[in-house]
C-alpha cells in the first residue's frame, strides 16, 4: 500500500464517477467505524454516565413532541 500523499495522487488521476463511488464507499466505511465505536462504547459501560444524564432530563422535565415544537415558533 502507497503512503497518503501517493494515494491522494493516485485518486486525483481517476475520472470523476469513480471518484464519487470512492467517496460513497469511504463514507459506508466511516459509517460502519463509527457504528462499531458506539457498540463498543455501550457495551464498556463508556456511555452509561450520559445516557444516565440524559434520562434524569427527561424524567425533571416535560418531553414535547419535535414537531410540537416547531410549529410554535
Known amino acids: 500500500m502507497g503512503t497518503l500523499p501517493e494515494i491522494e495522487a493516485a485518486i486525483k488521476q481517476l475520472p470523476e464517477n469513480d471518484i464519487r463511488q470512492l467517496a460513497a464507499?469511504?463514507?459506508?466505511?466511516l459509517e460502519q467505524m463509527w457504528d462499531k465505536q458506539i457498540k463498543n462504547d455501550l457495551t464498556s459501560g463508556k456511555l452509561d454516565r450520559l445516557i444516565a444524564k440524559a434520562e434524569a432530563n427527561i424524567a425533571?422535565?416535560?418531553?414535547r413532541d419535535i414537531d410540537e415544537i416547531?410549529?410554535?415558533s
Open 25 to 29: 464507499w469511504l463514507e459506508e466505511c
Open 60 to 63: 425533571d422535565k416535560p418531553v
Open 70 to 72: 416547531l410549529n410554535n
